[in-house]
């Protein structure tokens, strides 16, 4: 019903920047809240940044002042720059999105995943 596909991961020294996009397609009626999220090896995944249809945003404590979130609603696309790179940051980052969709006649909310992308940073 939604597909999100993410880009713009890699591999980037320490105190760089990363931009990465996501793409939601498919069948919905609208997108409510988008995210990122992230998991370092052996650790949990945590909220990176949110961010509403309106505009309202909200960032992990450890990345507030670093990393940047915002998004194209025409384009269903959410963005998150990444500015000061530290090693840490080192994870696959999820994009995220609740979405409304009508299934038989019923509109429900569903929480959407994209496939990750790495990003690594370089001490």
């Known amino acids: 019903q939604v597909q999100l596909v993410e880009s713009g991961g890699g591999l980037v020294q320490a105190g760089g920047s990363l931009r990465l996009s996501c793409a939601a397609s498919g069948s919905f009626v609208s997108i409510n809240v988008m995210g990122w999220y992230r998991q370092a090896p052996g650790k949990q995944r945590e909220l990176v940044a949110g961010i509403t249809s309106t505009g309202s945003t909200n960032y992990a404590d450890s990345v507030k002042g670093r990393f940047t979130i915002s998004r194209d609603n025409a384009k269903n696309t959410v963005y998150l720059q990444m500015n000061s790179l530290k090693p840490e940051d080192r994870a696959v980052y999820y994009c995220?999105?609740?979405?409304?969709?009508?299934?038989?006649?019923?509109?429900?909310?569903?929480?959407?995943w994209g496939q990750g992308t790495q990003v690594t940073v370089s001490s």
């Open positions: 995220h999105a609740d979405a409304e969709v009508r299934v038989g006649g019923i509109t429900r909310m569903y929480k959407y």
